[in-house]
């Protein structure tokens, strides 16, 4: 393991983590449980709407309901272990989240099936969000890029095996089933914390617990112009792809026409691009500045959506196999930058990674939850309006990108984990 200097501030290599493979895997099971906790749902809709008669746009809810309740407690997950330890609040929600899961797998009706998927949304972005502060803890420079990178291959296989393991499930059960799968999933996950996972943030670099001390935290996250850029921008970048994971029951079923069994059309060839792009992504870690990266990665998914428009315009590739053929290159740029992204916010505030890391995953799955419960919706009855969206969403990213690098004057032979910029209120 490498040591930080005094800018970044990891700890030194006297902190024990373990066999490190063994870290690595923890890190990105503990980054699984937010996609199951979506993806795996999407093969079951059809039958949840014909037991309890309910709308397609009611069983959306299953999933923003989630998301909504995730961002709103990922303000306090950070904080909290910033001030109590990373490890005893990733213990917690896992306990609350292993509970929530059995209420919905009993849940008597939609309603109440809501109810728990908020509670699981409360405690799910435990481990997610401070495993991600936790990566700056330990490693430091193009170490922490290459493990960022390595941790997204790992958690990046999710989204693509849930909706697979859903419909397996649905094979030889009912919809009750997901969520028992959920609840052993949750316990083994808890079981390597408890057991496995070291401490990286000692009792001598905690804030002190209580509200003003978190509040300050975040709000001094918020208010630095260049951290809500940073924000936006990674919050953009993913939009695109997660349009196209929430509107998978849409995409598949209702434009592609397909069965439940059939979401790894739409999976597969999206996180294929994602996991090859994170691996890339590392390799390159140290020999190509994470400013350069991330840029050629906003340049290969505009592209890319530029393609699957174009596709999906033309009558005659608007069908499989045209319309998931250009989506790995398109997830692949998206993979590229988000190491960079994740990193440079985290380096924005060395002595409150939890806050920034908190304030990063609201933004984003704020946005996340509107995607699901309105813009999927709204967009999803076309390809070619799919198309669009994904692909304005991710200009946004870009124009936001390119901001950041002209406010902070960045070097763009430079390295991203020495931001060369003052904070500022100019967006």
């Known amino acids: 393991m490498t040591t930080a200097d005094s800018t970044t501030g990891p700890h030194d290599a006297s902190t024990?983590?373990?066999?490190?493979?063994?870290?690595?895997?923890?890190?990105?099971?503990?980054?699984?449980?937010?996609?199951?906790?979506?993806?795996?749902?999407?093969?079951?809709?059809?039958?949840m709407g014909a037991e309890w008669g309910v709308s397609e746009f009611a069983l959306q809810q299953v999933v923003s309901v989630y998301i909504l309740a995730f961002a709103v407690m990922s303000l306090l997950h950070g904080p909290l272990s910033d001030a109590l330890g990373r490890k005893p609040v990733i213990i917690a929600g896992g306990i609350l989240y292993v509970a929530a899961s059995v209420g919905c797998a009993v849940a008597p009706s939609l309603g109440v099936l809501l109810f728990f998927r908020a509670v699981q949304g409360l405690s799910a972005g435990a481990g997610q969000?401070?495993?991600?502060?936790?990566?700056?803890?330990?490693?430091?420079?193009?170490?922490a890029k290459r493990t960022m990178s390595h941790i997204a291959m790992i958690f990046g296989?999710?989204?693509?095996?849930?909706?697979?393991?859903?419909?397996?499930?649905?094979?030889?059960?009912?919809?009750?089933?997901?969520?028992?799968?959920?609840?052993?999933?949750?316990?083994?996950?808890?079981v390597l914390v408890v057991f496995a996972m070291p401490e990286t943030h000692p009792a001598e670099r905690r804030i002190r617990f209580d509200g003003r001390t978190i509040a300050n935290g975040l709000l001094g996250v918020?208010?630095?112009?260049?951290?809500?850029?940073?924000?936006?921008?990674?919050?953009?970048?993913?939009?695109?792809?997660?349009?196209?994971?929430?509107?998978?029951?849409?995409?598949?079923?209702?434009?592609?026409?397909?069965?439940?069994?059939?979401?790894?059309?739409?999976?597969?060839?999206?996180?294929?691009?994602m996991v090859c792009g994170s691996w890339v992504s590392g390799r390159l870690a140290g020999r190509m500045s994470g400013r350069r990266l991330a840029s050629l990665g906003y340049v290969i998914s505009l592209v890319a959506g530029a393609v699957n428009l174009g596709l999906a315009l033309l009558p005659a590739t608007a069908r499989l196999p045209w319309s998931v053929l250009v989506l790995p290159f398109y997830s692949f740029g998206i993979a590229l930058a988000f190491p960079i992204l994740t990193l440079a916010m985290l380096d924005l505030f060395p002595h409150s990674r939890g806050a920034a890391s908190s304030i990063q995953s609201f933004v984003s799955l704020?946005?996340?939850?509107?995607?699901?419960?309105?813009?999927?919706?709204?967009?999803?009855?076309?390809?070619?309006?799919?198309?669009?969206?994904?692909?304005?969403?991710?200009?946004?990213?870009?124009?936001?990108?390119?901001?950041?690098?002209?406010?902070?004057?960045?070097?763009?032979?430079?390295?991203?984990?020495a931001p060369a910029y003052e904070p500022t209120d100019e967006l």
Request: proline letters at 5%.
């Open 222 to 273: 918020w208010r630095d112009a260049n951290g809500r850029r940073l924000a936006f921008a990674g919050m953009f970048n993913f939009a695109g792809m997660f349009l196209y994971i929430s509107s998978a029951q849409l995409f598949v079923v209702g434009l592609l026409g397909k069965g439940a069994q059939d979401f790894w059309i739409l999976f597969v060839p999206l996180i294929s691009g």
């Open 129 to 143: 969000i401070i495993s991600r502060a936790m990566v700056r803890d330990v490693f430091s420079d193009a170490q």
């Open 157 to 190: 296989l999710a989204p693509a095996l849930a909706p697979i393991v859903g419909g397996l499930l649905l094979g030889i059960g009912s919809w009750r089933g997901i969520f028992w799968f959920l609840v052993v999933f949750g316990a083994a996950i808890l």
């Open 366 to 417: 704020l946005a996340n939850a509107a995607i699901a419960g309105i813009l999927a919706p709204l967009v999803g009855f076309s390809l070619p309006s799919l198309a669009l969206t994904a692909v304005a969403l991710t200009v946004v990213a870009w124009l936001l990108w390119r901001r950041h690098l002209a406010v902070t004057h960045a070097d763009p032979h430079g390295s991203v984990d």
């Open 16 to 47: 024990d983590i373990g066999p490190r493979w063994l870290f690595l895997v923890i890190l990105a099971s503990l980054g699984m449980v937010g996609p199951f906790s979506i993806d795996t749902m999407f093969p079951s809709f059809s039958q």
